[in-house]
């Protein structure tokens, strides 16, 4: 079945670091690919999508690319803030499906 | 944007009673609503499925006995949590998928959760 494996955290960087969040997906067909944010004690909020090959989806300095290729779509932002601290998840919507299926979720620590 | 209310968001109850949880989307039509259950430090686990009208279709684990779920309209879905027990104390968050052209027909848009503590 579709699955997503998300670099395991916690990742602790310091403000203005360069951040990386590995994300692989294992899914027949081009499903959707997400990546959701969860501030401590909320609900997630969508960060950004992409919905077919090559798509760039990005929102508030975040980025991530969808690679066919290699299965992948990495988040990434080129200079963290402490405010950016939640825990980051990979998500697909495989194609024609309802349902999402989760990373495990990336806890992420932005030290002033 | 798309927004999905939860209520309440913070509900503590004794052992053996039930407790409802609301899930609204303000701004656009659910045709579909999910709920799910997170445990601390933990993704979601998907608890099930709901359209519009029809009953829900739960994920393979999950009491639909316990967990009674209602979509009666296109912005409302309910969860009850029946003769509630300590080992149900979770966050439990909904999302809702729109029509298309609002809200989107692949996008899940997150209520802020609910906690339940049961005593």
């Known amino acids: 079945g579709d699955s997503v494996t998300q670099m395991e955290g916690p990742v602790t960087l310091s403000e203005e670091a360069f951040l990386t969040i590995n994300c692989t997906y294992t899914?027949?067909?081009?499903?959707?690919l997400f990546w959701y944010v969860q501030y401590p004690g909320e609900g997630l909020q969508l960060l950004l999508k992409?919905?077919?090959?090559?798509d760039k989806g990005s929102n508030k300095g975040f980025e991530a690319t969808y690679r066919k290729e290699t299965t992948s779509f990495h988040l990434e932002k080129g200079s963290v803030q402490v405010s950016d601290s939640a825990v980051y998840f990979c998500?697909?919507?495989?194609?024609?499906?309802?349902?999402?299926?989760f990373g495990q979720g990336t806890r992420l620590t932005i030290n002033p | 944007g798309a927004v999905v209310s939860q209520h309440p968001s913070r509900v503590i109850c004794k052992s053996g009673t039930s407790v409802k949880i609301e899930c609204r989307s303000l701004?656009?039509?659910?045709?579909?609503m999910f709920w799910y259950r997170q445990f601390p430090k933990q993704s979601l686990m998907l608890m099930a499925t709901?359209?519009?009208?029809?009953?829900?279709?739960?994920e393979q684990g999950v009491e639909k006995d316990k967990f009674l779920i209602n979509h009666a309209s296109l912005t409302l879905s309910t969860l009850t949590v029946t003769s509630a027990h300590p080992e149900d104390s979770s966050f439990y968050i909904c999302?809702?998928?729109?029509?298309?052209?609002?809200?989107?027909?692949?996008?899940?848009?997150f209520g802020p959760g609910t906690r339940l503590t049961v005593l």
């Open positions: 701004d656009f039509q659910a045709t579909t």
């Open positions: 709901s359209n519009e009208g029809s009953k829900a279709t739960y």
């Open positions: 899914a027949t067909g081009y499903p959707s």
């Open positions: 999302s809702a998928r729109g029509l298309a052209g609002r809200g989107g027909t692949d996008t899940q848009y």
């Open positions: 998500a697909l919507s495989g194609q024609g499906a309802q349902k999402l299926v």
């Open positions: 992409a919905t077919k090959a090559d």
